[in-house]
C-alpha cells in the first residue's frame, strides 16, 4: 500500500508563486512515474505535468508550460510542482498521483492518488 501526502497549497495573488510537494510512502517496490492533476469547481480532473522516476523527464499540459516546474528527490520519494506566474484559471485542488505498477500513460493512467491540496489564486 502506498500513500501519498500533499503538502504546500493555500492562497496566493495573481501572479504569485506556490510550491507543492507529494511524499510517497508505504511498501514502494518500484516507482515509474509520478505526476500532479488538478480538479477546478465544476470541472473534469486534469493532467498538469508528470516526471519519470527513474530518467527524470518532465511532461507538462499546455496551459502550464513554461510557468510551473515539476521536480523529484529520488532519495525522498518526494515529488514537487514549483508554480510561477499564477493566475485566477489556476484555481483548483491539486492532485498527486504515482504508478508503482507498470507503464502506461503517464498523462492519464496512475493507480495511487494523494487526497488533494486546495490552490487558490485571488485576481
Known amino acids: 500500500q502506498v500513500q501519498l501526502v500533499e503538502s504546500g497549497g493555500g492562497l496566493v495573488q495573481a501572479g504569485g508563486s506556490l510550491r507543492l510537494s507529494c511524499a510517497a510512502s508505504g511498501r514502494i517496490l518500484s516507482m515509474y512515474y509520478m505526476g500532479w492533476f488538478r480538479q477546478a469547481p465544476g470541472k473534469e480532473r486534469e493532467f498538469v505535468a508528470a516526471i519519470t522516476w527513474s530518467g527524470g523527464n518532465t511532461y507538462y499540459a499546455d496551459s502550464v508550460k513554461g510557468r510551473f516546474t515539476i521536480s523529484r528527490s529520488n532519495a525522498e520519494k518526494t515529488v514537487y510542482l514549483q508554480m510561477n506566474s499564477l493566475g485566477p484559471e489556476d484555481t483548483a485542488v491539486y492532485y498527486c498521483?504515482?504508478?508503482?505498477?507498470?507503464?502506461?500513460?503517464?498523462?492519464?493512467?496512475?493507480?495511487?492518488w494523494g487526497q488533494g491540496t486546495q490552490v487558490t489564486v485571488s485576481s
Open positions: 498521483a504515482a504508478e508503482t505498477g507498470t507503464w502506461r500513460n503517464l498523462r492519464q493512467d496512475y493507480n495511487c
